[in-house]
């Protein structure tokens, strides 16, 4: 797998920029816990979007601190992806949640695709009152355009192998690490990305908007 990420570093606490490498792909990626930031990627994917035919798809992910007993973490993080732009919102550190990102989560003429996106999206709205309008499990999107039932029961790297061809690492120590620090290393931003990027990239290839 050829995977590799490049740290701007930016020079403030709002937000930092990475691009992530997966193949010949490059994600722009905006890690922030900042509502003003969220707020301007999304009017910058609007407006980069809104003209085109098709209905938006977006990938969504969220990852939370593992629970080793009953108790269940808050979400941390949420990630969107659209084509190569991603952002990662440190949901678990924001001082509040932006009017913006209600709105575009409730927005039904788009499509959001990820694996297992249903509790995904009940996580959100349980732990913040975030209602998503319009999801759609890649599992059974892929099960139903491949023919293949045991697609149901796939997870996100045998569904990249499936529809994409490429091969994807998760590593454990990542899945299990702490997605509640303040500072996300560079391997958890990495994962992050790609989850939402490569939920993005199966549910273009399924033809998820319909």
Sequence with gaps: MTVSIFDHQ??????NLYDVSFYTDNIHTLVTQTPSMVNTWLTETYQIYQSRPHRMIVG?????????????NRVATLQLCVDGRCLIFQLIHAPF?????????????????G?????DAERLLEDYGLG????????????EELGGRELR??????????????ELTKPKRVT?????NMWLTHAQVQYACLDAFLSFEIGKCLNAAG
């Design 115 to 119: 694996v297992g996106i249903e509790s």
């Design 60 to 72: 969504l992910d969220v990852e939370w601190r593992p629970s080793f007993n009953s108790y269940q």
């Design 132 to 143: 998503v309008a319009n999801a759609v499990d890649l599992r059974v999107l892929a099960a």
């Design 10 to 15: 930016l020079p403030n606490d709002s937000h």
């Design 153 to 166: 029961n796939a997870g996100l790297r045998g569904l990249v192998m499936e529809v994409l061809g490429k």
């Design 176 to 180: 299990m690490s702490r997605w509640d």
């Design 97 to 113: 949640i932006p009017p913006s990102l209600v709105n575009f989560l409730g927005d039904a003429s788009l499509t959001f695709v």
